[in-house]
């Protein structure tokens, strides 16, 4: 693991910039606005989460900033390239060097073993790595999975099949995690520990966004960005919970300030 690179309270360099987004899709004669003038900076090693309503453009907006799709209008910056103004070749590029994505469903291919799914990423690498098997390895171990390289993924539980998903993310070093609903298909435990590896990454220098139904989820992150109808109508900087004051909150504290 990296050294912690993230002075507390020191303005960190702004990784993403989004300005007046807009992001329309046409389905036949309707239009649907999914975003509808998004504007929000994501400075680099801040640790966000993205809450809102079903439908209020979580996703589309998810899709913009992992450089899966291009805004209808407005900007949108990622570590520092416009990515209105790149060609499907540069995207690629951008999202292969500076993002990792996590999903809800995990993405694992159902024959291929945790080893060869983390290697995979590699082969789409430019230069590509002279050693991929070891670095796959190394990423293994460091989300707790060094004894499990040769299962696959019908041998693994919910947690450690997300575990291989989120080495597969780590893998090119990128300088952005994405996740959306990462926990969304797990109980409540292996959600806990699944947020705590995040906010190791996240300690490590890695910015994290993620988007999440739930509160308890939310607590975890530093911001919590909230969405309605395709525009942001809260955004809030709170206390970083850490791993080791988190772990020391009771289960019946968290119940009774979740009430509150
Ligand atoms: N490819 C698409 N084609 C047409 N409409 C789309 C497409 N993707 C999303 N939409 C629409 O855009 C809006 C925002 O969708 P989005 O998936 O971003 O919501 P979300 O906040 O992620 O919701 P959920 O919490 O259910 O995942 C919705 O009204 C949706 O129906
Ligand atoms: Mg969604």
């Not at 303005?11 to 649907?32: C, F, H, N, S, W």
């Not at 309503?53 to 407005?74: C, E, H, R």
């Not at 570590?79 to 809800?104: C, K, M, P, Y």
């Not at 291989?164 to 993310?169: L, N, P, Q, S």
């Amino acid at each position: 693991m990296e050294a912690h690179s993230k002075p507390e309270g020191v303005a960190q360099r702004p990784l993403i910039v989004a300005d007046g987004l807009v992001k329309t899709y046409r389905m036949g004669a309707e239009v649907v606005k999914a975003l509808d003038g998004v504007s929000l900076t994501i400075a680099e090693g801040e640790f966000v989460a993205i809450m809102g309503p079903s439908g209020s453009g979580k996703s589309t907006m998810m899709n913009l900033i992992g450089a899966l799709d291009v805004p209808t209008t407005g900007t949108l910056a990622i570590d520092g390239r416009d990515i209105g103004a790149l060609d499907s070749d540069e995207l690629a590029d951008l999202r292969n060097r500076s993002i990792g994505f996590v999903f809800q469903q995990f993405n694992l291919l159902p024959r291929t073993t945790a080893l060869r799914q983390v290697m995979l990423p590699m082969l789409y690498a430019h230069p590509k790595p002279e050693n991929p098997e070891e670095l796959a390895r190394h990423r293994l171990e460091q989300v707790g999975l060094g004894d499990r390289l040769n299962h696959h993924p019908r041998q693994l539980s919910g947690g450690q099949q997300q575990r291989v998903a989120i080495a597969r993310a780590l893998v090119n070093n990128p300088k952005i995690l994405l996740a959306d609903e990462p926990t969304g298909a797990l109980d409540s435990k292996t959600s806990d520990e699944i947020m705590r590896l995040f906010t190791t990454l996240n300690a490590g220098g890695i910015t994290v966004v993620l988007v999440t139904h739930e509160p308890d989820i939310a607590e975890w992150a530093s911001r919590r960005v909230l969405f309605k109808d395709g525009h942001i109508v809260e955004d809030v900087r709170h206390a970083h919970r850490g791993v080791a004051d988190r772990g020391m909150v009771s289960a019946a504290q968290r119940g009774s300030e979740a009430a509150e």
